[in-house]
């Protein structure tokens, strides 16, 4: 059965587009950052209120836009399973997704640099003051799984393709916004988003739909917040050990 799409379905496309085009153009700005930096450089004191305040301006539009630019069927939102199962069942396909990812990571032998780097990332995002990580938590591990799905998995991917009639497109379209979009994070983090794109795909054209697909991604966001006192012991491990492998070559 063919899905009708909504009659403005062009005008949330033409949305996304617009903001596929600035997220992309803002991670390739940030990554040039990065590279000109001498040290790790903490976010400015009202970053954690910025990016709230853009999530609640997507949470926004997408509301006003509910039922004439989208619709459930349209991005891939399917209820014949109860929310909260589709939920578990992308947190759950999470866990596969880390131990599948370790795996890759390890055979390439990148596994501590790319672990350097989302360290030394999430160090740039985070702020320092108590009120603005707040906030930043609150729209990096809440809102944004929600609104990211929707803007580049339920529209970008599935609305698109329905458009369109060319699935192929609309997913190769999605995998290099999806990357494009990460790029400040490295080069080495291509691997680690592509096989993300792969999961959340396979979940938005699964039973499941939309809603595993937030479940995966709400995983994605929580866990490296989970680990960050893990994640900064074991940086600074690493970094003695380099030193002292270093004094002792020398």
Known sequence: ???????????????????????????????KLIKKQ???????SSFGFLILWNQILLISFFSVTYIIGWDAPSVGLKLEILPVFSLMIGLGFYCIFVLFLNKILNLLRVSQIVENDAYLVTLRLMPRQKLQKTLFIIAV????????????????????????????LAIFLGLFVSVGNHIYQGRL??????????????????????????GFHLAGDIYPFMW????V???????REERRAKYVSN
């Open 233 to 239: 012991n074991n940086y600074k491990q690493r970094r």
């Open 1 to 31: 059965m063919k899905t009708e799409l909504p009659p403005l379905t062009n005008c949330v496309l033409f949305f996304v587009a617009v903001i596929s085009v600035v997220y992309l153009y803002s991670s390739i700005a940030q990554r």
């Open 228 to 231: 960050l006192k893990y994640q």
């Open 141 to 168: 591990c809440i809102l944004n799984p929600i609104t990211e799905e929707l803007i580049f998995r339920g529209v970008l991917v599935h609305q698109l393709s329905l458009y369109t009639n060319n699935y192929y």
């Open 38 to 44: 001498r040290k790790v450089e903490r976010p400015k």
């Open 189 to 214: 983090h291509i691997i680690t988003h592509i096989v993300f794109y792969i999961f959340t795909v396979t979940l938005l054209y699964s039973d499941v739909g939309l809603i595993g697909s937030i």
